[in-house]
């Protein structure tokens, strides 16, 4: 499973970090990052909640 943020929705508000702090990471241009390109079996679930909770669903996966 792959995950992407959508640096154009992104309202850096750092939500999906403090739940999967593992595979978001805020950086310096106030947006979120994906620092996994390929996640594991065991971060999947942590990095899905992290999806669903942000507030304008920048955030992706396949
Ligand atoms: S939760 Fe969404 S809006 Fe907030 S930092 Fe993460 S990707 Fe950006």
């Not at 990471?25 to 979120?32: F, Q």
Request: glycine share 4%.
């Amino acid at each position: 499973m792959k995950f992407k943020v959508d640096k154009e929705l992104c309202i850096g508000c750092a939500a999906c970090e403090g739940v999967c702090p593992q595979v978001f990471e805020m950086r310096d241009d106030d947006k979120a990052h994906v620092i996994i390109d390929t996640i594991s079996a065991e971060l999947e679930e942590s990095a899905l909640e992290a999806e669903e909770s942000c507030p304008v669903e920048a955030i992706s996966h396949e």
